[in-house]
């Protein structure tokens, strides 16, 4: 810099300049090349193999106060990106989102499937299919074996009833046809007719 009275404006040390933009440049240089060392490789978005759980904390009371854990106070607790969120739907939102995945170790790139692949899955779903008919039949026919023992049952204790009926008809019947031993019992009526002595 000058010290001219008559001359205001400020002179720059252009080599001093010079040295510290080659010393960020040089900075800069490293830091890319320590990045490059280390590429973040991060596998491709897959299913999930476990079941998120909704429904265990659902009608239960929590006491917290400000010593109570974040795994343990309201709300749904990740304890992958260590965060608590409020409802399930955000929940759902937050363990399918971006953040979440990459603190797994995920990209959000889907494997492209091949055409053999899904020949396979299809042939995997078609057998699933066909077990689950063949269990539908075999409780199908299982259910109607039941209904069927159900209505023999039911057919027998009916005409366990309507014999026992019969028997009981004949009896009184008899009874009532034999006057003679009505009388000698002391049963000749109820009264609605006069007594022949």
Same mark, same amino acid.
Request: charged content about 45%.
């Given at each position: 810099?000058?010290?001219?009275?008559?001359? !205001?404006?400020?002179?720059?040390?252009?080599?001093?300049?010079?040295?510290?933009?080659?010393?960020?440049?040089?900075?800069?240089?490293?830091?890319?090349?320590?990045?490059?060392?280390?590429?973040?490789?991060?596998?491709?978005?897959?299913?999930?193999?476990?079941?998120?759980?909704?429904?265990?904390?659902?009608?239960?009371?929590?006491?917290?106060?400000?010593?109570?854990?974040?795994?343990?106070?309201?709300?749904?607790?990740?304890?992958?990106?260590?965060?608590?969120?409020?409802?399930?739907?955000?929940?759902?939102? !937050?363990?399918?989102?971006?953040? !979440?995945?990459?603190?797994?170790?995920?990209?959000?790139?889907?494997?492209?499937?091949?055409?053999?692949?899904?020949?396979?899955?299809?042939?995997?779903?078609?057998?699933?299919?066909?077990?689950?008919?063949?269990?539908?039949?075999?409780?199908?026919?299982?259910?109607?074996?039941?209904?069927?023992?159900?209505?023999?049952?039911? !057919?027998?204790?009916?005409?366990?009833?309507?014999?026992?009926?019969?028997?009981?008809?004949?009896?009184?019947?008899?009874?009532?046809?034999d006057d003679n031993m009505?009388?000698?019992?002391?049963?000749?009526?109820?009264?609605?007719?006069?007594?022949?002595?």
């Open positions: 810099m000058s010290m001219r009275p008559d001359d !205001h404006r400020r002179k720059w040390d252009k080599t001093e300049f010079q040295r510290k933009a080659q010393e960020r440049l040089l900075n800069q240089a490293n830091a890319n090349e320590k990045n490059d060392d280390e590429p973040v490789q991060r596998e491709n978005l897959k299913r999930r193999d476990y079941k998120v759980d909704l429904d265990s904390k659902l009608g239960k009371s929590v006491v917290i106060n400000k010593n109570t854990p974040s795994s343990q106070s309201g709300g749904y607790y990740c304890n992958v990106c260590d965060c608590v969120v409020k409802d399930s739907i955000n929940f759902l939102d !937050h363990i399918n989102g971006k953040k !979440h995945q990459r603190n797994l170790g995920m990209s959000m790139k889907v494997e492209r499937s091949t055409v053999d692949q899904v020949k396979e899955r299809f042939q995997a779903n078609k057998k699933k299919m066909e077990e689950k008919q063949k269990d539908y039949e075999l409780e199908k026919r299982l259910r109607e074996a039941k209904e069927e023992e159900e209505r023999y049952k039911e !057919h027998r204790k009916e005409k366990r009833k309507d014999r026992k009926r019969k028997a009981e008809d004949d009896l009184d019947g008899i009874a009532l046809t009505a009388a000698i019992m002391g049963f000749s009526g109820f009264g609605g007719s006069k007594r022949n002595t």
